[in-house]
């Protein structure tokens, strides 16, 4: 039998086996029903997601815990993924600088193929193993960063080289699957194994793959930023105002969380020059700009700890 052949009867085994390519009979008339049902059955698969991520919350702290300290050291968070689960990756590290107000080379996401691949699809991009491991090389990845790899399936040769290379040199690697037992969970330090089940239809993995992928990069994100100091009182305090409505919702969070006016708030910014963080201690501690800028530097730009500093 040709080497083409031997590895394509491998994949179908390999495809066989996965929780994510299965089929189920059940669902064999979805084109028959009528838009209402459609709907009542897509929403009840999609309410068995948020579920299965809690199911796996040990793995979640951990792995929000190991990103947070390298954070503190200087290190990175690098998403890596093919498809959909590298669409989510880029879409999650795309929006950490105007939400938490972070350098863009702080959370970096990578996906096979490369830009082209956010918007179209790129052929046999996701077999190229040694791909990633390239463009970790070109990040001069290092062990104080943290790189995870996304894959429904759990196999993606692209996520599989990458968490290996991220492994040798000492990065703290992650994994995101929708299947137990996974070739990248095995990879990696820490596997998050997310088993949705089979798909609304049958391999598009764009649905409750997607959404079980997207809750766990939302927390990995989110709750290291809180860990930093990102946010105070349940709001975000780093964001970056770049339009009408963040400078707008910028005055109302300095209103709300010290407890001014509108015009208070929005002298306090402009002498802040334009930081939520910084114009909130400078109200809170009646202190001037070069003495809250400092104190948030000694507090590791926790505002709480700069307020009691000050207090």
Not at 47 to 61: K, L, Q, S, W
Not at 203 to 228: D, H, P
């Amino acid at each position: 039998m040709p080497n083409d052949d031997v590895r394509l009867t491998a994949l179908l085994s390999v495809l066989e086996s996965l929780d994510t390519e299965a089929s189920t009979t059940e669902r064999g008339d979805l084109d028959l029903l009528d838009t209402a049902e459609l709907i009542r059955r897509m929403n009840a698969e999609d309410r068995r997601v948020p579920a299965a991520v809690a199911e796996r919350a040990t793995e979640i702290a951990s792995a929000i815990d190991g990103i947070t300290e390298r954070f503190r050291r200087g290190g990175r968070l690098i998403y890596i993924g093919a498809g959909t689960a590298g669409r989510i990756g880029v879409l999650d590290a795309s929006e950490c600088p105007p939400t938490f107000g972070t350098d863009p080379s702080m959370v970096v996401g990578l996906i096979a193929g490369g830009e082209t691949a956010i918007r179209s699809a790129v052929e046999n991009a996701e077999d190229d193993d040694e791909a990633a491991a390239a463009s970790l090389r070109d990040l001069d990845l290092s062990a104080s960063d943290t790189v995870v790899g996304i894959s429904a399936s759990g196999r993606t040769p692209y996520v599989v080289g990458g968490l290996d290379y991220a492994r040798g040199l000492g990065a703290l690697t992650v994994a995101i699957a929708s299947n137990a037992g996974s070739a990248i969970g095995a990879a990696a330090e820490i596997a998050i194994e997310v088993v949705t089940g089979p798909e609304f239809i049958s391999g598009s993995t764009r649905l409750k793959s997607g959404t079980a992928q997207k809750l766990v990069v939302n927390m990995l994100t989110t709750l290291s930023m809180i860990k930093l100091g990102k946010t105070y009182r349940g709001v975000m305090v780093d964001l970056l105002a770049t339009n009408e409505k963040l400078h707008a919702r910028s005055i109302r969070t300095v209103s709300q969380l010290a407890g001014v006016g509108v015009d208070e708030a929005s002298v306090a910014l402009r002498a802040a020059d334009g930081s939520v963080k910084l114009a909130l201690l400078m109200l809170a501690a009646d202190a001037s700009p070069e003495a809250a800028a400092s104190a948030l530097v000694d507090a590791d730009g926790i505002l709480r700890d700069a307020i009691a500093a000050l207090a």
